[in-house]
């Protein structure tokens, strides 16, 4: 958190406000064009790992315009088959529009912005290592990064729930649990290449947790202080003292205004009163041993 924190303060003013608008308009030419004529993207738009190797870098842009829902029926199809899948898209589109703004309520433009172009950058290099290292062609479209908002989400607002067919409420973190076991199970089934290319994909989801998070929580030191606090503050016999300060010796009973803390850089668990806390000299591991020999 401290380096996104970092980072905001330098860059942030780079950051693109209401992010999803301009995705939104994106995805709304990829609709027209699918309409148009479907092979206009895959013939010139899409992320083709060779035609961008071959000076093609376009691709690595206009792959986003493909729609939330995919092809769409080109016109001079039906007209019940033109109307079902706009009205899939539109709703869609309505989806990942809310999904993404309040996620950029939440984070802020400039995080969220990383999180977005995180996850573009992660399918172009899914797309080039699939080719380049495995020989196989991965044309990814944008149903992956659109699942990573998902999962976001549902990280920040686990409880929210969903309409599934417009009529069962369902939680986001219930979806997210699904939508992750069909993950995992196509990274276990699949190739080499299918595996990097579902990692690098969904990276922005991974790095970006991974970066932002506070993992003290499982610091190994961070453990220990708080397994030796707990121990300190369990029940005690009567006539005896829970805290002693580890400088002056002074204790509880020698003043109620008296309060103690732990210091996190001394060995053994050593508690301090709040004159000696800051202007101790912090004790090690050797100096322990010795005191217990």
Known sequence: MKFFSKMERKFGRYAIRNLM???????????????????????????????ILHGEVWRIVTFLIYPPMGSMAPLGSSAGMMLSDLIFNGIALSLYYSLGTNLERTWGAFRFNVYFFMGVLGHVLASL???????????????????????????????LQF?????????????AIFDGIFFLYGFIVGNAANRCAIV?????FLLFFLMTRNLNKVNPREIKRKREF????KIVAHGTTRHKCAV?????????????????????GLE?????????KHV????????QQ
């Open 129 to 159: 290592v699939g080719y380049v290292v495995f020989g196989q062609v991965f044309v990814l479209t944008t149903e992956y990064l659109n699942f990573s908002l998902f999962f976001a989400f549902a990280l920040e607002y686990p409880d």
């Open 284 to 291: 090690t591991e050797d100096v322990v041993q010795m005191r």
């Open 21 to 51: 608008y301009y995705i939104m308009i994106i995805y709304g030419v990829g609709i027209v064009i699918q309409m148009l004529n479907p092979m206009i993207y895959w013939g010139f738009l899409c992320l083709d790992p060779q035609a």
């Open 272 to 280: 301090y009163c709040q004159d000696h806390l800051y202007t101790h």
């Open 248 to 268: 002056c010796g002074r204790t509880e009973k020698d003043g109620e205004n008296l309060e103690f803390r732990y210091c996190s850089k001394c060995a053994g």
């Open 163 to 175: 309409l599934l067919f417009m009529v069962v409420p369902v939680k986001a973190k219930v979806l």
């Open 200 to 204: 690098l994909s969904l990276a922005n």
């Open 230 to 233: 707990q121990k300190s503050v």
